[in-house]
Each structure stands twice: as structure tokens, then as C-alpha cells.
Nanobody, 125 residues
């Protein structure tokens, strides 16, 4: 059974930093991607970033380019999202998800169907 557990959210002032972690377990996919998505109140969920297992290629949505960095620790099956220069508009619940079905989507090419429980990120002074 696939499990994804996020951690690292919290309250931070504008301009501050947070690092989110996504610990994945219970899967045996040969090729997959892990992505970070977020949903703010009253808004649709949006893809933030993802990283492919095969070659480590990454994707970032335009609004976070240059501020967020996704990385992975293969030995720990953990993906990180380092978020710097945080803005109020980054406030949302952040979810990590794993995709094993390749469809050519913009999110590292995969469709995501297994999700973590989410972690709240609040950027406020």
C-alpha cells in the first residue's frame, strides 16, 4: 500500500523559508514521479513542482521558479521542497503525490493518483 507522508509546513513571515518533506513507502514502480501540489482556500489545486525517478528531471510552475527547489534522497525514498523567499500568495495546503502512469502531462509526464494528507503552509506577518 502506497503511503505518502508530508511534513515541514508551518507559519512563516514573508521572505522566509520552509522545507517540506514527503516520505514515500509501499510502492514498487520502476518509473514514477513525485510531485508537490497546493490548494489555497477558494482556489483550484495547482501543480507546484515534480521530480522524475528515471533521470531526476524537474518541473516548476512559473510562480515558484527561482524560489523553490525540489530534490530527492533516493536511499530514504524522500522528496524535499525547499521554499525560499516565501510570499503571502504561497499560503496553501501542500500535498505530495506519486504518479506511475505516464501520460505526457506537464507534471514530469505523469498522472498522479496517490496523495498524502497535506501540510499547511501559511505565509503571514
Amino acid at each position: 500500500q502506497v503511503q505518502l507522508v508530508e511534513s515541514g509546513g508551518g507559519l512563516v513571515q514573508p521572505g522566509g523559508s520552509l522545507r517540506l518533506s514527503c516520505a514515500a513507502s509501499g510502492f514498487t514502480f520502476d518509473n514514477y514521479a513525485i510531485g508537490w501540489f497546493r490548494q489555497a482556500p477558494g482556489k483550484e489545486r495547482e501543480g507546484v513542482s515534480c521530480i522524475s525517478s528515471s533521470d531526476g528531471s524537474t518541473y516548476y510552475t512559473d510562480s515558484v521558479k527561482g524560489r523553490f527547489t525540489i530534490s530527492r534522497d533516493i536511499a530514504k525514498n524522500t522528496v524535499y521542497l525547499q521554499m525560499n523567499s516565501l510570499k503571502r500568495e504561497d499560503t496553501a495546503v501542500y500535498y505530495c503525490a506519486i504518479g506511475a502512469f505516464y501520460s505526457g502531462s506537464i507534471y514530469c509526464g505523469y498522472e498522479y493518483d496517490r496523495w498524502g494528507q497535506g501540510t499547511q503552509v501559511t505565509v503571514s506577518s
